[in-house]
């Protein structure tokens, strides 16, 4: 596709459920990112996808949440057992191979936990 | 491990007015350094970046940023401020290893008024 696409774009659970997000990034692009954007504040570094190397997940809050990148393409973050706080904007960026290329951010999923 | 400050979450400045945004970080080695922004509802966009060469990095908009590596800062300036400019602003640093993440400040809120 054109950019990076992020579905739902909005997605309301009820406390203790199960969610999946989902990214598909930039046909062709190596790397892929999850960050987690609370009420009007900075992200925070989720989890990191390069090519077939290990994710480097040093930024996953907790247990409950994982992520999988099958193919090296669409990536899927799962959060089990949903909690309040855990409501907030979950962006996905990807990136082709190289030092100088940046990264391209999808519009996000909106995430509200009753 | 690295790491990005934003020491203001908001600037306001009046329209036609110089602004600067500031931005330190800490990383080992030469860092690769990025700002992107994000209007309302919005995915982040890329504003411009620095990896090599000259200090003073021009983008998009206008705007432009100088690597300052002795005081470890890559402040986002603009010489004549927009009311289109109002957004929330994000740095973000990435460590010169192909295998590392990016991480990014906790943004500051430009207002422009009037």
């Known amino acids: 596709g054109a950019g990076v696409s992020q579905s739902p774009s909005n997605k309301v659970t009820e406390k203790g459920k199960d969610v999946e997000l989902r990214c598909d990034p930039i046909s062709g692009h190596t790397a892929l990112y999850w960050y987690r954007q609370s009420l009007g504040q900075g992200l925070e570094f989720l989890i990191y996808f390069q090519g077939n190397s290990a994710p480097d997940k040093s930024g996953l809050p907790s247990d409950r949440f994982s992520a999988e990148r099958t193919g090296g393409s669409v990536s899927t973050l799962t959060i089990q057992r949903t909690q309040q706080e855990d409501s907030a904007v979950y962006l996905c960026a990807s990136r082709q191979t190289g030092v100088k290329n940046i990264q391209y951010f999808g519009a996000g999923t909106r995430l509200s936990v009753l | 491990a690295q790491s990005v400050a934003q020491p203001e979450d908001q600037v306001n400045v009046a329209e036609g007015n110089p602004l600067t945004v500031k931005c330190t970080y800490s990383v080992s080695g030469n860092p690769y350094l990025f700002w992107y922004v994000q209007y309302p509802n919005r995915g982040l966009q890329f504003l411009l970046k620095y990896i090599t060469g000259d200090n003073l990095v021009k983008g998009s908009y206008g705007f432009e940023a100088e690597f300052n590596k002795s005081q470890t800062s890559f402040h986002l300036k603009k010489p004549s401020a927009l009311v289109s400019d109002s957004a929330l602003y994000f740095c973000?640093?990435?460590?010169?290893?192909?295998?590392?993440?990016?991480?990014f400040g906790s943004g500051t809120r430009l207002s422009i008024r009037p």
């Open positions: 973000a640093v990435r460590e010169r290893s192909s295998a590392s993440k990016i991480i």
